[in-house]
């Protein structure tokens, strides 16, 4: 996909809609084409209405294609939005993964990650919607997908950090913690209307981040560089 998932406009898919009738289009064009738009309609879909509220209707609404497209890759809407939670998932790791490369300490290459992270978040707000607003309200499965989804996000902030006199392994119980403070920062600011301003709170969650490993006093030193 190109961009960040579900890159949205008026809360529809911005990917063009294929002619109708006989197009004359390869079919794995068409196939690429209307799986992007489905992902970028589910997202946008249960961002506005959650997971349990949203229809396949709504989804195929969003993405411009028919139900029966959309029954031509899914069999439910819960397998549409567990696919999307992949996708998206796979997407924020693979652009902090490329972030942190080149980066000569570990310090930096959180700080790069982070500041992926909070890129990709900024430009499409639906994003936080779709992956932390609405799973904890649906329960079941999308509340387990989003405690998986927070983990690996934590784990990837602080992958390959050193060890030794200098450094400690995070209890369980801190990298909880440090899951719920991302989550709450992320909700908080776009649910204020305040995406674009997600950039500002770096250096809070780089301290967050580093805190669990090297302590209160040197992450605040850290994030303040």
Known sequence: MNGAPGDTEDRGSQLPRLPPGRHGLPREFVVQNQRERLT?????????????????????????????????????????FIDTFAILED????????????QSSWAGRVRARVAALLEGFAANPDLVRFSLVAPPAAGGEFADRYRQFLERLVAALGEAAPSGRDFREPSAAAKDALAGSLASLLI??????????????????????????????????????
């Open 188 to 225: 908080g600011k776009v649910e204020a209307g305040e995406a674009e301003a997600l950039a500002e709170i770096e250096p809070e969650v780089v301290e967050l981040v580093l805190a669990p490993f090297v302590g209160r006093e040197r992450a605040a030193d850290e994030a303040r560089r």
């Open 40 to 80: 970028a309609g589910a997202i946008a879909a249960v961002a506005e209405k959650g997971f349990r509220v949203t229809t396949v209707a709504d989804v195929a609404a969003a993405a411009g294609v028919s139900r029966r497209s959309f029954y031509g890759y899914f069999s439910s809407k819960e397998e549409c």
């Open 91 to 102: 997407f924020l790791l693979e652009s902090m993964a490329d972030a942190g490369t080149g």
